[in-house]
């Protein structure tokens, strides 16, 4: 889901900018390797791809069909550091190009789908993805990318003070919940069509103990979306909650600063979590 | 004459194990125009690969005098220019001029100088009036030449073409022949078209799985493999 | 695509197109903020901002309702919560979603239809954006067309022959996935030809001279000015 500009409140997107640009410069470090520029051309034309791919239809059943999104295919592909700045290249030329998405919005969008979105598509393959799990693991990348983007930017919204009446907010999630099965198989399906073209092309997970802190991150940002999309469910609303915190407009009370502490959560462990990945890379 | 190309028995085995080049020799003497028959897969692109160096196989390959391996590479591949055959791989850059400048900021070019360089390069070809267009909107006649004054600009001694005349229709073959013909560098062909490689080669070298069948002048070459689609 | 009339207009002399691609970026950042800060007499504000953004698409030689139409891309998706505002009570909102939504989207519109997008991500290096990102970028955008090309016709193709089923869907993206791979190599190639050693250098400097800075004062005061007359004007 891509955010336009006015739907978010200053505060929110003003924080998401600001958490969203060190995380980006973190992945294009990561990505290029050094000095050495020559992967910018296969991360570019990846990137095409993913936005070809999405014309494809995939027929899920009564005359509806689903594309792909293309986080997790590319984290298991290209990994995850490629996979996030390609998807920043892909929201950055949606945003300018075809005005889909907003400009300030864009730290917003790509904390959900570049960074957490990568994250959460990798994690079940780099735990799973070597053992008879693989074909699970890679069906659960793309359902947990395409949830995790999807609550994140929900929760976004109400933080934002979006009005969503109750009945609106249980459709979402269940298309939420569609969209992240159907991404799912397509990974799935793409994956395993790929490798009986060229095995190669699927990497395999390489082991290690950032996975501990991507699991914590994880955990932490999606528990923090779904307490505040399920707090709004409550008679006195999100809005309640994010006025406390002072960061969308109209006025009540509630218990205040959850969203702001889970941002504030993700920030330090992504954070802690480049510092690891440094040190084991170094 | 000097020469601009010596090779002798080259050989070349794909990652695979399968033997692309089985001992080929081969002399280019400079302003010299030859033409590269033979069957698809016979070896020919995998050879030309080999004069800058994209390849490396084994027996000797010499460029203007050089020895085709590390140190000299640099050098080669400015004495070398190679079109391929898809100009959209060729043209990776978002503006025609930024494309023809590439190689010239590569050389050590300031920006400024690389800029008139590039753009005395595509007048050359006639395409003086596009550079700022993107390559996606050229013909293919048009991103052709952009390929070729990308590979002028930087004046090499050698220009080898991988099948140029595909997707040209006869006006943009023709035009690509005149402008060929008028350049002084010596040429590898690499064509199943033979009116084009008529109007600029006399020379030709037949490919045969990896192995030089035969070669000589053109029309015997043709004629002694059939190579020639003509009624008469 | 339909993005071929944005890149035609692009590629116009007007003054606008002229100026400096950071001095738009620049008065672009302005018009968007003040329009997502602004909270008091919306509606008199949209308008204004609306008037002067018209006015840069004329002095632009872009037809403004051809802009303007194409800016209402976004209003489907902001009028469903636009509507579920408005039934919850809150119609200043529903109002607000959309005009900031749409303005937003025409202001983005106005800087990609005077400036190529290939100036205008060097300019982006101007706000220290990372270098290998805005290079991946570029590339993208260079085999945008392309690929997509591709995709659309294996979508005729696969049409003409009454639709692909899921797998064979599947095995239409690997395809493509594939294709993009070997042209990647093909493109590593064609660079070390021509002597690339893993550095790109930049051909353009982006000169920015007392137009640019005039300009800039002007393009991004007038919305200042608006919201200051709008915020307090009584």
């Known amino acids: ?282 | 004459m000097p020469a601009v190309v010596e090779v002798r028995g080259l050989r070349y085995r794909y990652p695979d194990g399968t033997e692309a080049l089985k001992g080929i020799d081969f002399d280019l003497n400079e302003g010299e125009s030859v033409a590269l028959l033979g069957p698809n897969g016979s070896g020919k692109s995998t050879f030309a690969l080999h004069l800058n160096g994209l390849l490396r196989g084994q027996g000797e390959v010499r460029v203007c005098g050089m020895d085709v391996t590390g140190a000299s590479l640099r050098d080669v591949r400015r004495k070398v220019g190679l079109v391929f055959q898809d100009s959209d791989t060729q043209l990776f850059m978002p503006t025609v001029l930024e494309d023809v400048a590439f190689g010239l900021l590569n050389q050590g070019l300031s920006p400024e100088g690389a800029r008139k360089t590039a753009q005395t390069a595509l007048e050359l070809v006639g395409m003086g009036r596009s550079s700022e267009r993107g390559p996606h909107h050229l013909s293919a006649g048009e991103k052709k030449r952009v390929a070729l004054a990308g590979i002028l600009a930087l004046e090499p001694d050698l220009l080898i073409l991988d099948e140029p005349t595909t997707f040209l229709d006869p006006p943009g073959q023709r035009a690509l022949a005149d402008l060929l013909r008028n350049l002084p560098q010596a040429k590898i062909l690499i064509t199943h078209d033979m009116p084009f490689a008529r109007a600029i080669c006399s020379r030709a070298v037949f490919f045969h799985e990896g192995c030089v069948a035969a070669e000589g002048k053109l029309e015997t070459v043709a004629a002694r493999f059939g190579w020639d689609f003509s009624t008469h | 695509m339909s993005y071929n009339a944005v890149e035609e207009w692009s590629r116009g002399s007007s003054p606008l197109h002229r100026r400096a691609a950071a001095a738009k970026l620049f008065s672009l950042t302005v018009f968007l903020l003040v329009l997502a800060t602004a909270q008091r007499r919306l509606p008199l504000l949209a308008g204004a901002l609306a008037l002067i953004l018209i006015a840069g698409f004329q002095v632009a030689s872009i037809p403004p309702l051809a802009a303007m139409w194409r800016a209402a891309a976004v209003l489907p998706f902001t009028g469903l919560f636009a509507v579920m505002s408005w039934m919850s009570g809150n119609p200043t909102h529903a109002v607000e979603l959309m005009l900031k939504s749409y303005l937003s989207a025409l202001t983005v519109l106005l800087l990609v239809g005077t400036t190529p997008i290939p100036e205008l991500l060097g300019s982006l290096e101007l706000v220290k954006a990372p270098r290998f990102l805005l290079t991946v970028v570029q590339f993208l955008y260079r085999y945008l067309f392309l690929v997509v090309d591709e995709a659309a016709h294996m979508r005729a193709a696969a049409a003409a022959r009454g639709g692909m089923t899921f797998q064979a869907a599947s095995g239409a993206l690997a395809v493509l996935f594939v294709r993009s791979h070997s042209r990647a190599e093909a493109i590593h190639r064609a660079m070390t030809a021509r002597g690339f050693d893993g550095r790109f250098r930049p051909l353009f400097e982006h000169p920015f001279g007392a137009k640019d800075v005039q300009f800039a004062a002007v393009a991004a005061g007038l919305p200042l000015l608006a919201r200051v007359l709008t915020d307090w004007y009584r």
């Open chain 1, 1 to 282: 889901m891509h955010i336009p500009d006015g739907f978010l409140s200053t505060p929110v997107w003003a924080a998401l900018d600001a958490l969203a640009a060190p995380a980006a410069g973190f992945a294009a470090r990561r990505a290029q390797h050094g000095f050495d520029e020559s992967k910018a051309p296969l991360l570019g034309v990846m990137g095409a791809f993913v936005f070809a791919a999405q014309m494809i239809n995939f027929p899920v059943g009564v005359g509806t069909s689903g594309h792909l999104v293309g986080g997790a295919l590319l984290a298991c592909t290209l990994g995850p550091a490629a996979a996030s700045v390609v998807m920043t290249a892909i929201l950055a030329i949606q945003a300018l190009v075809f005005q889909d998405g907003g400009v300030l919005a864009l730290g917003a969008n790509v904390l959900n789908m570049a960074v957490v979105g990568v994250l959460a598509g990798y994690l079940p393959y780099h735990l799973w993805g070597r053992g008879r799990m693989r074909k699970a693991a890679i069906f659960a990348g793309g359902a947990f990318s395409v949830l995790a983007s999807a609550v994140l930017a929900l929760a976004e919204l109400l933080l934002s003070g979006v009005h969503m009446p109750a009945p609106a907010m249980g459709i979402s999630l269940g298309l939420f919940a569609v969209s992240a099965l159907i991404e799912g198989a397509i990974t799935m399906a793409v994956v395993g069509a790929l490798e009986k073209i060229q095995p190669g092309f699927v990497r395999q997970p390489a082991p290690g103990h950032s996975v501990l802190v991507s699991a914590l991150g994880i955990t932490a940002v999606l528990l923090a979306a779904g307490g505040v999309v399920f707090a709004s469910t409550s008679p006195d609303g999100i809005e309640h909650l994010a006025m406390q915190a002072g960061i969308a407009k109209p006025l009540s009370s509630y218990g205040g600063g959850a969203g702001v502490a889970g941002t504030g959560l993700i920030f330090l462990l992504l954070l802690a979590g480049g510092r690891l990945w440094r040190k084991r890379s170094a």
